[in-house]
């Protein structure tokens, strides 16, 4: 399934948006103006989705409260309200399914942060709206979603497992490098591929195999002197590895293991691999650090093919990804896709090409000359004249 359409009512930093979603979507603006606060509403509702210990409330925990997340333009009207359309398939005239979820706090006694309005429509057609006559005689039902219950959520249950599949990734190289010393606590979804081994050692086998043979000969390209890739799991610790060979004057190479690549290496083998594990939608936060600009200029091509081959086995999966690239950009094969974050006076704003702009990139332009530009900082250039 595909999130075609996303409104939003005072979350972080917007205080207004309503814009439309394709298979692929490129995230672009200028520091702090809200590209991983965009992305973290999949994370929300993931959270809110999950069966085991998500909710409402734990959401609006992990992220400090009502008053962290709601946008500080928010003067008059304090709910926070999300809207998603999804379907299955792109281009659909009516979504297949539309979720509404409004919050805000109760304002008197215990501060509570309640559900205004929970809504599911499948095909146009109503399925609930909240509240209901019984939540309006208990408030402290509204304190939960329906979104989060197993015995309210069976006949939207497609919708709830979608946003509950949704992946994270902004992989951290060192982690992965330095697990051993770490040895800290793993964040919950493990968001910076912390875990990126133990995931590998409990994909059956085959799939493992299929997937890492993927990888292998997409690192033949980008990686010089590289040549094989393999998992193997301590006849000692049982603690999972990853080695590669690299060739050498030595007639059998040199074998590296995890800790030994670089810090690009990491980054590509996570980037390829939350590729190919799962379906509901993948969010990335700058794929292209670490990495060469000409491998950066094929992220949006690598994506693409991945998820062709992926789709031939029946799913088709979205990804949004942020990014500051302007190689990256240049290579969007749709400027449709690309996503524009203007900060303002009342919040930053989230648009598309508009018309002059599509006009400009069909006269030979690509969407990192006609849309980057507008990311820069207003007077940027008197950073240089700082003491």
Do not use: C
Not at 120 to 126: F, L
Not at 320 to 341: N, Q, R
């Amino acid at each position: 399934m595909v999130i075609t359409r996303l409104k939003l009512k005072n979350w972080r930093n917007f205080r207004d948006v309503d814009v439309q979603l394709g298979p692929r979507g490129y995230v672009i603006g200028a520091n702090a103006s809200g590209k991983s606060n965009l992305l973290d509403v999949f994370r929300f509702l993931r959270t809110i989705a999950q069966s085991e210990g998500g909710g409402l409330q734990k959401a609006l925990k992990e992220r400090g409260g009502l008053s962290k997340l709601r946008s500080l333009h928010a003067r008059r009207d304090p709910e926070v309200r999300i809207e998603v359309d999804v379907s299955e398939a792109i281009g659909a005239e009516v979504p297949d399914w539309r979720y509404v979820l409004a919050f805000k706090s109760e304002g008197k006694g215990q501060q509570r942060v309640l559900v205004q309005e929970e809504a599911v429509y499948r095909q146009g057609q109503e399925l609930f709206t909240r509240p209901s006559k019984d939540d309006l005689q208990d408030e402290a039902r509204l304190t939960q979603t329906y979104l989060e219950q197993i015995a309210s959520n069976g006949t939207f249950r497609p919708l709830a497992e979608h946003f509950a599949a949704t992946t994270y990734l902004h992989l951290v190289p060192q982690l992965l490098k330095h697990g051993d010393e770490i040895s800290g606590r793993m964040v919950e979804s493990d968001p910076f591929g912390q875990g990126l081994l133990q995931r590998i050692a409990k994909t059956p086998a085959k799939t493992r195999d299929a997937r890492l043979k993927r990888i292998q000969q997409a690192l033949e390209i980008a990686v010089p002197q590289f040549s094989e890739l393999h998992f193997e799991q301590d006849a000692v610790s049982g603690m999972p590895h990853l080695r590669a060979n690299f060739k050498h004057w030595r007639v059998h190479g040199s074998w590296q293991r995890e800790d030994q690549f670089s810090d690009g290496t990491l980054r590509l083998i996570g980037f390829l691999w939350a590729l190919q594990e799962g379906d509901g939608l993948l969010l990335l936060e700058e794929p292209e650090l670490s990495l060469n600009d000409a491998i950066i200029e094929h992220i949006p091509l690598m994506i693409d093919r991945v998820l062709r081959q992926r789709k031939k086995g029946g799913f088709l999966r979205q990804v949004l990804s942020t990014t500051h690239s302007d190689k990256l950009i240049a290579a969007v094969p749709d400027a449709g896709s690309v996503l524009l974050l203007e900060p303002g006076d009342n919040g930053t704003t989230v648009r598309q090409a508009d018309a002059q702009e599509r006009e400009e990139m069909a006269h030979g332009l690509n969407p990192a000359e006609v849309l980057l530009p507008k990311t820069r900082p207003r007077n940027i250039e008197q950073m240089g004249l700082l003491a």
